[in-house]
Protein backbone atom coordinates (compact mmCIF):
# COMPACT_ATOMS: atom_id res chain seq x y z
CA UNK A 1 0.00 0.00 0.00
CA UNK A 2 1.35 3.66 -0.88
CA UNK A 3 2.31 5.94 1.85
CA UNK A 4 -0.29 8.52 1.30
CA UNK A 5 -3.50 5.72 0.97
CA UNK A 6 -1.88 4.29 4.45
CA UNK A 7 -1.44 7.60 5.85
CA UNK A 8 -5.25 8.43 4.86
CA UNK A 9 -6.32 4.95 6.39
CA UNK A 10 -4.87 5.86 9.28
CA UNK A 11 -6.35 8.93 9.62
CA UNK A 12 -9.37 7.72 8.83
CA UNK A 13 -9.16 5.37 11.69
CA UNK A 14 -8.03 8.34 14.04
CA UNK A 15 -11.05 10.27 13.23
CA UNK A 16 -13.59 7.19 13.26
CA UNK A 17 -12.10 6.25 17.25
CA UNK A 18 -12.39 10.10 18.35
CA UNK A 19 -16.20 10.21 17.38
CA UNK A 20 -16.76 6.81 18.73
CA UNK A 21 -15.37 8.30 22.21
CA UNK A 22 -18.53 9.91 23.60
CA UNK A 23 -20.38 6.03 23.35
CA UNK A 24 -17.24 4.87 25.64
CA UNK A 25 -16.16 7.46 27.32
CA UNK A 26 -17.95 8.93 29.99
CA UNK A 27 -18.08 12.68 30.64
CA UNK A 28 -14.10 12.61 31.99
CA UNK A 29 -13.08 11.70 28.94
CA UNK A 30 -14.97 14.06 26.68
CA UNK A 31 -14.20 16.89 28.66
CA UNK A 32 -10.41 15.87 28.70
CA UNK A 33 -10.86 15.52 24.70
CA UNK A 34 -12.41 18.65 24.22
CA UNK A 35 -9.35 20.58 25.90
CA UNK A 36 -7.18 18.05 23.95
CA UNK A 37 -8.72 19.92 20.58
CA UNK A 38 -8.03 23.37 21.52
CA UNK A 39 -4.31 22.35 22.77
CA UNK A 40 -4.09 20.85 18.98
CA UNK A 41 -5.36 24.20 17.33
CA UNK A 42 -3.01 26.33 19.00
CA UNK A 43 -0.17 24.10 18.66
CA UNK A 44 -0.74 23.44 15.01
CA UNK A 45 -1.44 27.64 14.68
CA UNK A 46 2.41 28.36 15.97
CA UNK A 47 3.61 26.08 13.41
CA UNK A 48 3.66 29.08 10.50
CA UNK A 49 4.95 31.19 12.60
CA UNK A 50 7.88 28.78 13.59
CA UNK A 51 8.72 27.73 10.38
CA UNK A 52 9.55 31.02 9.31
CA UNK A 53 11.77 31.09 12.25
CA UNK A 54 10.32 32.96 14.88
CA UNK A 55 10.16 32.32 18.19
CA UNK A 56 6.66 33.21 19.98
CA UNK A 57 6.35 32.76 23.52
CA UNK A 58 3.10 34.58 23.84
CA UNK A 59 0.70 32.59 21.75
CA UNK A 60 -2.11 32.23 24.31
CA UNK A 61 -2.04 36.03 24.54
CA UNK A 62 -4.17 35.66 21.17
CA UNK A 63 -6.33 32.80 22.77
CA UNK A 64 -7.14 35.35 25.76
CA UNK A 65 -8.56 38.01 22.99
CA UNK A 66 -10.60 35.15 21.08
CA UNK A 67 -12.18 33.96 24.20
CA UNK A 68 -13.28 37.19 26.13
CA UNK A 69 -14.04 38.83 23.42
CA UNK A 70 -16.40 35.81 21.86
CA UNK A 71 -17.52 35.54 25.46
CA UNK A 72 -19.03 38.90 25.85
CA UNK A 73 -19.91 39.25 23.26
CA UNK A 74 -22.20 36.34 22.99
CA UNK A 75 -22.78 37.23 27.11
CA UNK A 76 -23.61 41.20 27.22
CA UNK A 77 -24.69 41.49 23.40
CA UNK A 78 -26.76 38.58 22.34
CA UNK A 79 -24.45 38.10 19.72
CA UNK A 80 -24.65 33.98 17.88
CA UNK A 81 -21.84 31.71 18.40
CA UNK A 82 -21.03 31.49 14.96
CA UNK A 83 -19.99 34.97 14.80
CA UNK A 84 -18.78 35.82 18.18
CA UNK A 85 -16.57 33.16 17.20
CA UNK A 86 -15.76 34.65 14.33
CA UNK A 87 -14.93 38.21 15.75
CA UNK A 88 -12.50 36.80 18.36
CA UNK A 89 -10.56 35.05 15.99
CA UNK A 90 -10.73 38.12 13.44
CA UNK A 91 -9.76 40.21 16.92
CA UNK A 92 -7.23 38.25 17.91
CA UNK A 93 -5.80 38.10 14.07
CA UNK A 94 -5.84 42.47 13.98
CA UNK A 95 -4.08 42.25 17.91
CA UNK A 96 -1.25 39.96 15.49
CA UNK A 97 -0.97 42.46 12.89
CA UNK A 98 -0.63 45.00 14.80
CA UNK A 99 1.90 43.74 17.36
CA UNK A 100 3.43 41.80 14.50
CA UNK A 101 4.18 44.47 11.85
CA UNK A 102 6.26 46.73 13.91
CA UNK A 103 8.02 43.60 15.95
CA UNK A 104 8.78 41.00 13.15
CA UNK A 105 11.79 42.77 11.69
CA UNK A 106 12.84 41.82 14.73
CA UNK A 107 15.33 38.39 15.11
CA UNK A 108 15.45 35.85 17.35
CA UNK A 109 15.65 36.78 20.60
CA UNK A 110 14.54 40.05 20.55
CA UNK A 111 11.00 38.88 18.91
CA UNK A 112 10.78 36.43 21.49
CA UNK A 113 11.15 39.19 24.58
CA UNK A 114 8.11 41.37 22.72
CA UNK A 115 5.81 38.23 22.67
CA UNK A 116 6.40 37.41 26.75
CA UNK A 117 5.90 41.45 27.49
CA UNK A 118 2.64 41.02 25.00
CA UNK A 119 1.57 38.19 27.16
CA UNK A 120 2.15 39.80 30.09
CA UNK A 121 0.14 42.84 29.00
CA UNK A 122 -3.33 41.47 27.71
CA UNK A 123 -3.33 38.86 30.89
CA UNK A 124 -2.88 42.50 33.22
CA UNK A 125 -5.41 44.07 31.00
CA UNK A 126 -8.00 41.09 31.52
CA UNK A 127 -7.50 41.15 35.62
CA UNK A 128 -7.56 44.86 35.94
CA UNK A 129 -10.03 45.75 33.05
CA UNK A 130 -12.74 44.74 35.74
CA UNK A 131 -15.98 46.72 34.22
CA UNK A 132 -15.26 44.67 31.09
CA UNK A 133 -14.14 41.00 31.76
CA UNK A 134 -14.72 40.99 35.58
CA UNK A 135 -11.00 40.92 36.59
CA UNK A 136 -9.82 38.26 38.51
CA UNK A 137 -13.26 37.27 40.12
CA UNK A 138 -13.56 35.64 36.39
CA UNK A 139 -15.97 35.83 33.72
CA UNK A 140 -18.39 33.25 34.33
CA UNK A 141 -21.59 32.40 32.58
CA UNK A 142 -20.92 32.38 28.91
CA UNK A 143 -24.04 30.98 27.02
CA UNK A 144 -23.18 27.26 25.66
CA UNK A 145 -22.28 27.18 22.03
CA UNK A 146 -25.08 27.32 19.17
CA UNK A 147 -25.27 26.46 15.74
CA UNK A 148 -27.55 28.05 13.69
CA UNK A 149 -29.95 29.40 16.30
CA UNK A 150 -29.80 25.56 17.96
CA UNK A 151 -27.87 25.79 21.32
CA UNK A 152 -25.72 22.57 22.42
CA UNK A 153 -26.90 22.05 25.34
CA UNK A 154 -24.84 18.52 26.11
CA UNK A 155 -21.20 18.26 26.57
CA UNK A 156 -21.25 15.55 23.86
CA UNK A 157 -22.89 17.64 21.51
CA UNK A 158 -20.07 20.58 22.14
CA UNK A 159 -17.24 17.65 22.06
CA UNK A 160 -18.36 16.99 18.33
CA UNK A 161 -18.20 20.96 17.90
CA UNK A 162 -14.53 21.21 18.93
CA UNK A 163 -13.65 17.84 17.01
CA UNK A 164 -15.25 19.50 13.53
CA UNK A 165 -13.70 22.74 14.71
CA UNK A 166 -10.12 21.22 15.46
CA UNK A 167 -10.44 19.45 12.22
CA UNK A 168 -11.35 22.28 10.32
CA UNK A 169 -8.66 24.55 11.16
CA UNK A 170 -6.14 21.23 10.66
CA UNK A 171 -6.95 20.70 7.17
CA UNK A 172 -6.70 24.12 6.51
CA UNK A 173 -3.23 24.58 8.00
CA UNK A 174 -2.46 21.31 6.51
CA UNK A 175 -3.14 22.49 3.02
CA UNK A 176 -1.68 25.97 3.31
CA UNK A 177 1.75 23.77 4.23
CA UNK A 178 1.93 21.57 1.46
CA UNK A 179 1.30 24.72 -0.54
CA UNK A 180 4.18 27.21 -2.59
CA UNK A 181 3.15 28.91 0.69
CA UNK A 182 4.51 26.58 2.88
CA UNK A 183 7.63 26.56 1.14
CA UNK A 184 8.14 30.13 1.23
CA UNK A 185 7.69 29.92 5.09
CA UNK A 186 10.01 26.74 5.32
CA UNK A 187 12.54 29.10 3.13
CA UNK A 188 12.06 31.68 5.33
CA UNK A 189 13.09 29.99 8.42
CA UNK A 190 15.85 28.30 6.81
CA UNK A 191 18.01 30.85 4.92
CA UNK A 192 15.40 34.67 5.01
CA UNK A 193 18.72 36.10 2.62
CA UNK A 194 18.52 33.33 0.43
CA UNK A 195 14.92 33.85 0.28
CA UNK A 196 15.03 37.59 0.29
CA UNK A 197 17.74 36.98 -3.09
CA UNK A 198 14.93 35.22 -4.85
CA UNK A 199 12.20 38.01 -4.44
CA UNK A 200 10.17 37.33 -1.24
CA UNK A 201 9.10 39.51 0.75
CA UNK A 202 9.85 38.38 3.87
CA UNK A 203 8.42 40.79 6.05
CA UNK A 204 4.78 40.08 4.53
CA UNK A 205 5.10 36.40 4.47
CA UNK A 206 6.47 36.25 8.02
CA UNK A 207 3.10 38.56 9.52
CA UNK A 208 0.79 36.61 7.35
CA UNK A 209 2.08 33.42 9.19
CA UNK A 210 1.88 35.58 12.55
CA UNK A 211 -1.75 36.93 11.77
CA UNK A 212 -2.54 33.23 10.31
CA UNK A 213 -2.05 32.03 13.69
CA UNK A 214 -3.41 34.56 15.90
CA UNK A 215 -6.85 34.27 14.12
CA UNK A 216 -6.40 30.09 14.60
CA UNK A 217 -5.74 30.95 17.84
CA UNK A 218 -8.59 33.27 18.89
CA UNK A 219 -11.00 30.24 17.07
CA UNK A 220 -9.31 27.84 19.46
CA UNK A 221 -10.16 30.35 22.21
CA UNK A 222 -13.65 30.90 21.34
CA UNK A 223 -14.35 27.80 21.72
CA UNK A 224 -12.94 27.42 24.92
CA UNK A 225 -14.80 30.19 26.10
CA UNK A 226 -18.11 28.58 25.36
CA UNK A 227 -16.79 25.20 26.20
CA UNK A 228 -15.68 26.04 29.43
CA UNK A 229 -17.90 28.76 30.46
CA UNK A 230 -15.78 30.47 32.84
CA UNK A 231 -12.86 32.63 31.76
CA UNK A 232 -9.99 33.73 34.10
CA UNK A 233 -7.02 35.92 33.69
CA UNK A 234 -4.29 33.74 34.93
CA UNK A 235 -4.86 30.92 32.56
CA UNK A 236 -3.66 32.77 29.87
CA UNK A 237 -0.06 33.71 31.19
CA UNK A 238 3.22 32.61 30.05
CA UNK A 239 2.85 29.09 31.24
CA UNK A 240 0.17 28.03 29.02
CA UNK A 241 2.31 30.07 25.87
CA UNK A 242 4.93 28.28 26.56
CA UNK A 243 3.26 24.97 26.65
CA UNK A 244 2.28 25.51 23.39
CA UNK A 245 5.87 25.87 22.27
CA UNK A 246 6.88 23.36 24.51
CA UNK A 247 3.84 20.87 22.06
CA UNK A 248 5.99 22.45 18.89
CA UNK A 249 9.33 21.35 19.92
CA UNK A 250 8.47 18.12 22.13
CA UNK A 251 6.06 16.81 19.36
CA UNK A 252 8.82 17.87 16.47
CA UNK A 253 9.48 20.73 14.09
CA UNK A 254 10.28 18.82 11.14
CA UNK A 255 6.37 18.02 10.06
CA UNK A 256 3.11 19.04 9.77
CA UNK A 257 2.10 15.79 12.32
CA UNK A 258 4.78 17.38 14.79
CA UNK A 259 2.79 19.86 16.97
CA UNK A 260 -0.30 17.76 17.03
CA UNK A 261 1.67 14.71 18.54
CA UNK A 262 3.14 16.94 21.19
CA UNK A 263 -0.19 18.57 22.11
CA UNK A 264 -1.87 15.50 22.11
CA UNK A 265 0.67 13.59 24.39
CA UNK A 266 1.52 16.04 26.46
CA UNK A 267 -2.30 16.71 27.23
CA UNK A 268 -3.03 13.54 27.59
CA UNK A 269 0.23 12.57 30.05
CA UNK A 270 0.25 15.89 32.21
CA UNK A 271 -3.24 14.94 33.03
CA UNK A 272 -2.86 13.49 36.66
CA UNK A 273 -0.93 17.05 37.41
CA UNK A 274 -3.38 19.72 35.64
CA UNK A 275 -3.52 22.91 37.36
CA UNK A 276 -0.50 21.55 39.99
CA UNK A 277 3.03 22.88 40.19
CA UNK A 278 3.78 19.33 39.29
CA UNK A 279 2.07 19.97 35.45
CA UNK A 280 4.94 22.73 35.05
CA UNK A 281 7.91 20.12 36.61
CA UNK A 282 6.60 17.59 34.19
CA UNK A 283 6.73 19.82 31.25
CA UNK A 284 10.50 21.16 31.75
CA UNK A 285 11.37 16.91 32.27
CA UNK A 286 9.63 16.20 29.15
CA UNK A 287 11.20 19.14 27.18
CA UNK A 288 14.45 18.28 28.71
CA UNK A 289 14.77 14.44 27.69
CA UNK A 290 13.01 15.59 24.01
CA UNK A 291 16.25 17.67 23.62
CA UNK A 292 19.35 15.35 25.18
CA UNK A 293 17.48 12.24 23.39
CA UNK A 294 15.26 13.62 20.48
CA UNK A 295 16.15 16.59 19.02
CA UNK A 296 13.64 15.77 15.87
CA UNK A 297 10.62 15.31 18.62
CA UNK A 298 8.72 12.32 19.24
CA UNK A 299 7.86 12.27 15.67
CA UNK A 300 11.19 10.85 14.58
CA UNK A 301 10.55 8.32 17.23
CA UNK A 302 9.15 5.41 15.24
CA UNK A 303 12.31 6.36 12.77
CA UNK A 304 14.42 5.61 15.27
CA UNK A 305 13.08 2.44 16.74
CA UNK A 306 13.59 1.16 13.57
CA UNK A 307 16.89 2.35 12.77
CA UNK A 308 17.58 0.12 15.82
CA UNK A 309 15.78 -2.88 15.34
CA UNK A 310 17.14 -3.47 11.64
CA UNK A 311 20.15 -2.70 13.61
CA UNK A 312 20.06 -5.36 16.22
CA UNK A 313 18.94 -8.00 13.73
CA UNK A 314 21.78 -7.18 11.60
CA UNK A 315 24.24 -7.74 13.92
CA UNK A 316 21.86 -11.42 15.18
CA UNK A 317 22.12 -12.25 11.60
CA UNK A 318 25.95 -11.52 10.89
CA UNK A 319 28.04 -14.50 12.15
CA UNK A 320 30.58 -13.29 14.84
CA UNK A 321 33.64 -13.19 14.23
CA UNK A 322 34.81 -15.52 17.17
CA UNK A 323 32.50 -18.29 15.80
CA UNK B 1 42.88 34.78 -26.59
CA UNK B 2 41.57 37.39 -24.66
CA UNK B 3 43.87 39.59 -25.28
CA UNK B 4 42.94 38.75 -29.16
CA UNK B 5 39.19 39.89 -28.22
CA UNK B 6 39.35 42.98 -26.10
CA UNK B 7 42.46 44.04 -28.59
CA UNK B 8 40.29 45.37 -31.20
CA UNK B 9 36.52 46.04 -31.16
CA UNK B 10 34.22 43.97 -28.97
CA UNK B 11 32.60 40.98 -30.59
CA UNK B 12 29.29 42.35 -32.49
CA UNK B 13 25.97 40.96 -30.86
CA UNK B 14 27.70 40.13 -27.83
CA UNK B 15 28.88 43.16 -25.77
CA UNK B 16 26.61 46.09 -26.31
CA UNK B 17 27.35 49.66 -25.35
CA UNK B 18 24.15 49.43 -23.56
CA UNK B 19 24.74 50.72 -19.89
CA UNK B 20 22.95 47.74 -17.69
CA UNK B 21 24.25 48.91 -14.25
CA UNK B 22 26.22 52.18 -13.28
CA UNK B 23 26.98 53.33 -9.69
CA UNK B 24 28.40 56.24 -9.18
CA UNK B 25 30.56 57.41 -5.49
CA UNK B 26 29.20 54.58 -4.33
CA UNK B 27 29.98 54.52 -0.63
CA UNK B 28 29.30 52.29 2.65
CA UNK B 29 31.01 53.25 6.32
CA UNK B 30 30.93 50.22 9.10
CA UNK B 31 31.65 52.94 11.84
CA UNK B 32 34.76 54.73 10.61
CA UNK B 33 35.99 51.92 8.23
CA UNK B 34 35.16 52.93 4.45
CA UNK B 35 34.48 49.37 3.06
CA UNK B 36 33.40 50.75 0.16
CA UNK B 37 34.53 53.71 -0.82
CA UNK B 38 33.41 56.27 -3.86
CA UNK B 39 33.20 53.16 -6.02
CA UNK B 40 32.01 54.16 -9.94
CA UNK B 41 31.32 50.40 -11.87
CA UNK B 42 29.47 50.27 -14.68
CA UNK B 43 28.69 46.91 -16.60
CA UNK B 44 27.03 46.94 -19.93
CA UNK B 45 24.98 44.34 -21.55
CA UNK B 46 26.08 41.22 -22.49
CA UNK B 47 29.29 41.48 -20.45
CA UNK B 48 31.01 38.74 -18.13
CA UNK B 49 32.68 41.52 -15.62
CA UNK B 50 35.38 40.23 -13.01
CA UNK B 51 35.06 41.87 -9.48
CA UNK B 52 38.57 41.34 -7.54
CA UNK B 53 40.91 42.91 -4.64
CA UNK B 54 42.46 41.21 -2.02
CA UNK B 55 40.91 40.10 1.27
CA UNK B 56 38.76 43.10 2.99
CA UNK B 57 38.77 44.94 -0.16
CA UNK B 58 34.99 45.17 -0.08
CA UNK B 59 34.06 42.86 -2.70
CA UNK B 60 31.04 41.35 -0.55
CA UNK B 61 30.09 44.88 1.02
CA UNK B 62 29.61 46.06 -3.03
CA UNK B 63 27.21 42.92 -3.56
CA UNK B 64 25.42 43.48 -0.58
CA UNK B 65 24.93 47.20 -1.79
CA UNK B 66 24.20 46.13 -5.02
CA UNK B 67 21.60 43.64 -4.47
CA UNK B 68 19.99 46.00 -1.74
CA UNK B 69 20.52 43.58 1.69
CA UNK B 70 22.52 46.97 2.77
CA UNK B 71 22.19 50.60 2.34
CA UNK B 72 24.75 52.80 0.84
CA UNK B 73 26.00 55.73 2.94
CA UNK B 74 26.28 57.64 -0.21
CA UNK B 75 26.29 57.16 -3.83
CA UNK B 76 23.96 55.84 -6.61
CA UNK B 77 22.90 52.67 -7.89
CA UNK B 78 20.87 52.91 -11.14
CA UNK B 79 19.74 49.29 -12.73
CA UNK B 80 18.65 49.60 -16.87
CA UNK B 81 18.20 53.58 -16.42
CA UNK B 82 16.40 53.64 -13.08
CA UNK B 83 17.77 54.10 -9.48
CA UNK B 84 17.60 51.12 -7.28
CA UNK B 85 19.61 52.61 -4.70
CA UNK B 86 17.02 52.88 -1.83
CA UNK B 87 15.09 49.29 -2.75
CA UNK B 88 15.00 46.47 -0.50
CA UNK B 89 16.23 42.88 -1.67
CA UNK B 90 12.58 41.18 -3.14
CA UNK B 91 12.34 44.96 -4.68
CA UNK B 92 15.95 44.84 -6.51
CA UNK B 93 15.22 41.12 -7.86
CA UNK B 94 11.40 42.17 -9.36
CA UNK B 95 13.98 44.01 -11.47
CA UNK B 96 15.81 41.43 -13.08
CA UNK B 97 19.44 41.89 -10.55
CA UNK B 98 19.79 38.41 -8.95
CA UNK B 99 22.96 37.42 -6.27
CA UNK B 100 23.84 34.35 -5.44
CA UNK B 101 26.03 33.65 -2.05
CA UNK B 102 29.53 32.72 -1.15
CA UNK B 103 29.77 29.01 -0.11
CA UNK B 104 27.00 26.97 -0.04
CA UNK B 105 23.72 28.97 0.67
CA UNK B 106 20.85 27.05 -0.18
CA UNK B 107 17.89 25.43 1.83
CA UNK B 108 19.44 22.43 2.67
CA UNK B 109 16.44 20.52 4.01
CA UNK B 110 14.99 21.15 0.94
CA UNK B 111 15.18 19.01 -2.59
CA UNK B 112 17.14 20.80 -5.13
CA UNK B 113 13.77 20.58 -7.17
CA UNK B 114 12.37 22.70 -4.23
CA UNK B 115 15.33 24.94 -4.20
CA UNK B 116 14.66 25.64 -7.60
CA UNK B 117 10.68 26.03 -7.44
CA UNK B 118 11.76 29.04 -4.73
CA UNK B 119 13.70 30.76 -7.71
CA UNK B 120 10.51 30.42 -9.52
CA UNK B 121 9.09 32.44 -6.69
CA UNK B 122 8.84 35.70 -8.58
CA UNK B 123 7.18 34.26 -11.12
CA UNK B 124 3.97 32.21 -10.17
CA UNK B 125 1.00 33.50 -10.28
CA UNK B 126 -0.62 31.24 -7.66
CA UNK B 127 -3.06 32.76 -5.53
CA UNK B 128 -4.07 32.32 -1.97
CA UNK B 129 -8.05 30.69 -3.42
CA UNK B 130 -5.75 27.93 -6.00
CA UNK B 131 -3.67 27.41 -2.61
CA UNK B 132 -6.49 26.32 -0.49
CA UNK B 133 -8.78 24.82 -3.48
CA UNK B 134 -6.40 22.92 -5.64
CA UNK B 135 -5.24 19.34 -5.56
CA UNK B 136 -2.02 19.41 -6.88
CA UNK B 137 0.82 21.31 -4.58
CA UNK B 138 3.07 23.07 -7.50
CA UNK B 139 1.55 24.06 -10.63
CA UNK B 140 2.69 21.47 -13.34
CA UNK B 141 3.96 24.03 -15.55
CA UNK B 142 6.03 25.77 -12.86
CA UNK B 143 7.83 22.37 -12.17
CA UNK B 144 8.47 21.30 -15.39
CA UNK B 145 10.09 25.07 -15.59
CA UNK B 146 12.18 23.82 -12.59
CA UNK B 147 13.18 20.70 -14.45
CA UNK B 148 14.56 22.64 -17.22
CA UNK B 149 16.50 24.51 -15.11
CA UNK B 150 18.08 21.74 -12.68
CA UNK B 151 18.73 19.89 -16.14
CA UNK B 152 20.42 23.29 -17.89
CA UNK B 153 22.85 23.32 -14.63
CA UNK B 154 23.58 19.59 -15.03
CA UNK B 155 21.52 18.55 -12.00
CA UNK B 156 18.58 16.84 -13.81
CA UNK B 157 19.49 13.25 -11.81
CA UNK B 158 19.50 14.90 -8.94
CA UNK B 159 16.24 16.63 -8.42
CA UNK B 160 14.55 15.12 -5.59
CA UNK B 161 18.17 14.84 -3.30
CA UNK B 162 18.06 16.84 -0.40
CA UNK B 163 20.74 19.91 -1.10
CA UNK B 164 22.86 19.32 1.94
CA UNK B 165 22.95 15.88 0.63
CA UNK B 166 24.82 16.62 -2.73
CA UNK B 167 28.17 17.30 -3.49
CA UNK B 168 29.98 20.50 -3.18
CA UNK B 169 29.92 21.51 -6.64
CA UNK B 170 26.78 20.30 -7.30
CA UNK B 171 25.43 22.62 -4.04
CA UNK B 172 27.40 25.52 -6.18
CA UNK B 173 25.69 24.52 -9.03
CA UNK B 174 22.34 24.69 -7.43
CA UNK B 175 23.00 28.08 -6.04
CA UNK B 176 23.03 28.92 -9.59
CA UNK B 177 20.38 27.17 -10.87
CA UNK B 178 17.98 28.90 -8.17
CA UNK B 179 18.88 32.54 -9.10
CA UNK B 180 18.35 31.29 -12.74
CA UNK B 181 15.26 30.50 -12.06
CA UNK B 182 14.77 33.67 -11.12
CA UNK B 183 15.11 34.85 -14.57
CA UNK B 184 18.05 37.53 -14.26
CA UNK B 185 18.75 40.18 -16.49
CA UNK B 186 22.08 40.34 -14.33
CA UNK B 187 23.42 37.81 -12.13
CA UNK B 188 25.44 38.39 -9.60
CA UNK B 189 27.69 35.60 -8.55
CA UNK B 190 29.79 35.58 -5.34
CA UNK B 191 32.74 33.21 -5.25
CA UNK B 192 31.08 30.54 -7.63
CA UNK B 193 34.08 28.68 -7.68
CA UNK B 194 36.15 29.11 -4.36
CA UNK B 195 36.89 25.76 -2.81
CA UNK B 196 36.81 23.41 -5.89
CA UNK B 197 39.11 21.75 -7.91
CA UNK B 198 40.38 22.68 -11.78
CA UNK B 199 37.62 19.93 -13.00
CA UNK B 200 34.86 21.34 -11.33
CA UNK B 201 35.35 25.19 -11.69
CA UNK B 202 36.10 24.84 -15.03
CA UNK B 203 32.59 23.40 -15.72
CA UNK B 204 31.14 26.15 -13.58
CA UNK B 205 32.93 28.57 -15.70
CA UNK B 206 31.66 26.96 -19.12
CA UNK B 207 28.35 27.34 -17.35
CA UNK B 208 28.79 31.04 -16.73
CA UNK B 209 29.57 31.57 -20.35
CA UNK B 210 26.91 29.32 -21.58
CA UNK B 211 24.47 31.98 -19.35
CA UNK B 212 26.29 34.95 -20.61
CA UNK B 213 25.89 33.74 -24.20
CA UNK B 214 21.76 32.67 -23.30
CA UNK B 215 21.83 36.82 -22.77
CA UNK B 216 22.29 37.09 -19.09
CA UNK B 217 24.55 39.46 -18.00
CA UNK B 218 27.40 38.88 -15.44
CA UNK B 219 29.11 40.07 -12.63
CA UNK B 220 31.25 38.13 -10.29
CA UNK B 221 33.32 38.08 -7.73
CA UNK B 222 36.41 35.59 -7.55
CA UNK B 223 39.53 34.56 -5.86
CA UNK B 224 40.52 31.39 -8.00
CA UNK B 225 42.68 33.94 -10.75
CA UNK B 226 42.77 31.25 -13.21
CA UNK B 227 39.31 31.24 -13.18
CA UNK B 228 38.88 35.17 -13.07
CA UNK B 229 41.46 35.37 -15.95
CA UNK B 230 40.10 32.43 -18.32
CA UNK B 231 36.38 34.00 -18.40
CA UNK B 232 36.02 37.65 -17.59
CA UNK B 233 36.07 40.25 -20.29
CA UNK B 234 36.77 43.21 -18.18
CA UNK B 235 37.66 43.08 -14.54
CA UNK B 236 37.58 45.83 -11.60
CA UNK B 237 40.06 45.72 -8.33
CA UNK B 238 39.11 46.56 -5.30
CA UNK B 239 41.42 47.64 -2.36
CA UNK B 240 40.44 49.15 0.99
CA UNK B 241 37.04 49.24 -0.85
CA UNK B 242 38.40 52.06 -3.66
CA UNK B 243 39.08 50.69 -7.21
CA UNK B 244 42.64 50.21 -7.88
CA UNK B 245 42.41 49.73 -11.57
CA UNK B 246 40.17 48.90 -14.02
CA UNK B 247 41.00 46.95 -17.48
CA UNK B 248 41.44 43.67 -19.70
CA UNK B 249 42.77 40.72 -17.81
CA UNK B 250 45.81 41.45 -19.83
CA UNK B 251 46.10 44.99 -19.11
CA UNK B 252 44.94 44.24 -14.78
CA UNK B 253 47.42 41.51 -14.65
CA UNK B 254 50.53 43.50 -15.56
CA UNK B 255 49.03 46.69 -13.50
CA UNK B 256 51.75 47.57 -11.16
CA UNK B 257 49.73 49.01 -8.32
CA UNK B 258 47.35 45.86 -8.48
CA UNK B 259 50.97 43.91 -8.41
CA UNK B 260 51.37 45.59 -5.49
CA UNK B 261 48.10 45.35 -3.45
CA UNK B 262 48.22 41.70 -3.91
CA UNK B 263 51.73 41.14 -3.01
CA UNK B 264 52.29 43.76 -0.76
CA UNK B 265 54.06 46.94 -0.50
CA UNK B 266 56.84 45.66 1.12
CA UNK B 267 57.76 43.13 -1.68
CA UNK B 268 57.24 46.05 -4.53
CA UNK B 269 59.20 48.74 -2.96
CA UNK B 270 62.46 45.80 -2.26
Known amino acids: M???????????????????LPFVGG???????????????????????????????GHSAFMCIGAYTSALLAKDLGVPFELSLLG?????AAVGLGIGYPSLRLRGVYFAMVTVAFVEAVRLIASIWVPLTRGNAGLSGVPKPSILGMTLTTKTSQYYLGLVLMLVVLVILGKLERSRLGL??????LADNLAQSLGVNIAN??????????????????????????????????LLATNILIYNFVGGRGHFAGPIVGAVFLSLLSEPFRGSAYETI??????????LFLPGGLITLPGKLAGLRWWKSAAAESPSPAA | MVEERRGGEPEPGR?????????????????????????????????????????????????????????????????????????RPHQVVRRGLVRTFQLTTLFQEMTALENVLLGLHLHSKKGLGQVLFSRRTYPPEEVARSREVLDFAGLSTHADQLARNLPHGHQRALGIAMALAARPRLLLLDEPVTGMNLDESGRVMALVKTIRDRGTTILLVEHNMKAVMGTCERIVVLNFGQKLAEGTPADVSTNASVIEAYLGAGLAHA
Open chain 1, 2 to 20: PRSARTTAALIVVVALLAL
Open chain 1, 27 to 57: DYYIYLFALVFINVILAASLRPSLSCGQLNI
Open chain 1, 88 to 92: GAVLA
Open chain 1, 184 to 189: VWKSIG
Open chain 1, 205 to 238: YKLLAFTLGCFFAGVAGAFYAHFIRFLFPPEFGF
Open chain 1, 282 to 291: FYSIVMLLTI
Open chain 2, 15 to 87: VSSRLLLETQGLTRYFGGLAAVDHVDLTVSEGEIVGLIGPNGAGKTTCFNLLSGFIRPTAGTIRFDGDDITRL
